[in-house]
């Protein structure tokens, strides 16, 4: 029963609550003059997501913070001069697939995701490195001057991938780790549905940092569990302390407080009907209440069996669980089981058909799900080596899935290190014939040469995690038949197919045909430009795609006509005919598919008159 107030609506809890909706991370806690704690914002936060630059000033408030926290929010909003490139001929059944594999630093990709995917990836899981002193992890610094000094350094590959060997020795040890990850989590979190959850594997070493950071990115009422995982099947007699962890943990997360898990289904076969009561199925439950005489007073009085005349007194430190007017109601109803033995207790007929649902709650203790030896022995037998350290067993995702994630869904991993999710998503859609879909995203990590990897012939985790799942498809396909996708498509990470300027959505979508000015790279293929404008329209990446010759231009359809594209030279006024009579929602050309402004301005006129609802944009 809630207390009336007697006052007018707080309005600045309603407008902290708008901020939240937005920007959770800048909420803090903060006591009003009548010493109750509520809701505050932290204002220098949300001025660095409002700012371009690092906002100086610090007050003292309830917060996680370390050294270089200002600037990891920069580098989280901070927009990026990539693209994705298509690599085909590393993709299985290209044109049919829905799933993904992106090679590079996943928080460049994710940048590169937030249109095309804001609010639709139903589950994350993530196994990022464990900050145990011999991890790789990733330096963001986007700045254009550091990169002599990080390429010196060791921390910036021939790519450019931007990462380091974070020891011990390092003075920011756990800074920079927490600045990796706030960073990924705080841009993930725009990609999850309404209804959508992250998962993250993560150990004792950053448990404690991790679980404050997704408390302020995700919102403390939003955390749905953490789960305990028995990894080791053997105790550890290794340490000098000779105590042996066994366990991780995977920290839950969900997007909003629709994100709801299935939990584990009652076990039906409990429920009999030896009677034949024409209720059907029942279960014999217990009566017992939970608190003694003093607590509840009306929970203690005696059960009279109406046929015998037995009373039965409840126990003084529990009393019964029911009134004893609704106790009369069920003896009325023929609900109460009464015992043979005078000594006996009463019990309650259950029905099956009462039941408010049919599952109960899924246990935090994840056992049976497989040990981290079981997904070494996977990568052995599927590889023919131990071609990656540690990876998590696939009946452990698929447990985790089961939980969130619905045929048709997609889920993100982008620390996917040797695709054991990919692996898991194929399993369950041939469990099932669902048509669940996957993103896989990793950084082209190089294989240390002496390596059982390196010598089996991988040179990066990127090669280890595709064949994994060419494998892993094929042995499922071979075992069971199933008709799913067992295709990927490949896209790396690179440079922008533009020359010095970077069109964002917004600037792309306002900009007219005169605005424009052609500036693609010679060495980009239609494939890539078709692929940047995807992403900055919005479209997923898995769409369908065709390529059309008409009257010797190339011409390119995504999805139907939601999207057509030509980037060749002086298109004829027939093709542009032909695209506009196809009435696409958008339509793309460049600067020089037009001779001359006259030419331009007749394809808008075209347009207007065969398809005036069509946006025509022009690289």
Not at 245 to 255: A, K, W
Not at 289 to 317: M, Q, W
Not at 611 to 618: A, D, F
Request: net charge negative; glycine share 6%.
């Amino acid at each position: 029963m809630n207390q009336l107030t007697m006052k007018s609506t707080d309005l600045t809890q309603v407008n902290i609550g708008k901020i939240a909706e937005l920007f959770p991370n800048v909420i803090t806690e903060a006591r009003d003059e009548q010493g109750k704690i509520k809701r505050a914002i932290d204002f220098d936060l949300l001025k660095q997501e409002l700012s371009d630059g690092l906002v100086e000033g610090e007050k003292e408030r309830y917060q996680i913070t370390w050294t270089g926290k200002k600037e990891a929010v920069l580098n989280a909003n901070t927009p990026i001069d990539k693209t994705l490139i298509p690599v085909m001929e590393e993709s299985v059944d290209w044109g049919n697939t829905q799933n993904l594999y992106i090679e590079g630093d996943n928080l460049e990709v994710l940048k590169l995701l937030q249109e095309s995917y804001l609010n639709k990836v139903k589950m994350i899981y993530i196994d990022p490195p464990y900050n145990t002193g011999n991890d790789f992890i990733y330096k963001d610094d986007f700045r254009e001057t550091m990169n002599a000094y990080l390429e010196e350094s060791g921390q910036i590959d021939m790519e450019g991938n931007r990462f380091f060997h974070n020891s011990l020795a390092n003075g920011r040890f756990h800074s920079d780790w927490c600045s990796m990850m706030y960073s990924r989590l705080k841009i993930a979190r725009n990609l999850l549905k309404e209804n959508g959850a992250i998962f993250v594997s993560i150990d004792d070493h950053e448990y404690d940092n991790l679980k404050k950071i997704m408390s302020e990115v995700f919102g403390e009422e939003n955390h749905i569990i953490t789960f305990i995982w028995h990894r080791r099947q053997n105790a550890d007699s290794r340490n000098i302390t000779n105590a042996s962890t066994d366990h991780e943990y995977i920290i839950v997360y969900g997007r909003s407080e629709q994100s709801i898990f299935r939990g584990k289904e009652i076990d039906k076969s409990k429920y009999q009907n030896p009677d034949n009561d024409p209720r059907g199925p029942w279960a014999s439950i217990d009566l017992s209440g939970l608190a003694d005489k003093n607590a509840r007073p009306n929970l203690h009085y005696d059960i009279v069996d109406p046929k015998t005349g037995i009373a039965y007194p409840p126990n003084p430190s529990r009393g019964w669980s029911k009134s004893k007017e609704t106790m009369l109601k069920l003896i009325e109803n023929n609900e109460i089981l009464f015992p043979k033995n005078p000594t006996g207790r009463p019990r309650q007929k259950k029905f099956i058909k009462d039941l408010n649902k049919t599952n109960t709650g899924f246990s935090s203790i994840l056992e049976d799900v497989g040990y981290t030896t079981g997904g070494t022995r996977e990568i052995l037998d599927l590889l023919e080596g131990k071609a990656f350290p540690f990876p998590k067993p696939t009946r452990l995702i698929t447990k985790l899935m089961n939980q969130i994630l619905s045929p048709g869904e997609i889920v993100l991993d982008f620390f996917s290190g040797s695709a054991t999710t990919a692996h898991s998503v194929i399993h369950l859609n041939a469990e099932d014939g669902g048509n669940r879909k996957f993103i896989m995203v990793q950084l082209p990590e190089k294989i240390d040469e002496k390596s059982d990897a390196y010598i089996q012939g991988y040179k990066t985790i990127c090669e280890i995690g595709k064949e994994r799942i060419r494998r892993a498809a094929k042995k499922i396909k071979e075992e069971t038949g199933a008709d799913i996708d067992y295709g990927f498509r490949v896209y790396r990470v690179d440079s922008s197919n533009m020359k010095d300027i970077f069109y964002t959505p917004e600037n792309l979508g306002q900009m007219n045909l005169d605005d424009m000015v052609s500036n693609i790279k010679e060495d980009r293929s239609g494939e890539d430009l078709l692929t940047q404008v995807m992403l900055e329209c919005g479209l997923e990446l898995s769409l369908p795609m065709e390529t059309k010759e008409v009257e010797g231009k190339t011409v390119h359809y995504v999805a139907g006509n939601s999207l057509i594209a030509c980037f060749d030279d002086d298109v004829y006024e027939s093709v542009i005919r032909i695209i506009a009579e196809d009435q696409p929602l958008r339509v793309v050309f460049r600067d020089s598919s037009f001779r001359d402004d006259s030419a331009r301005i007749n394809v808008e006129e075209m347009f207007k008159l065969l398809s005036p609802s069509t946006e025509i944009q022009v690289l």
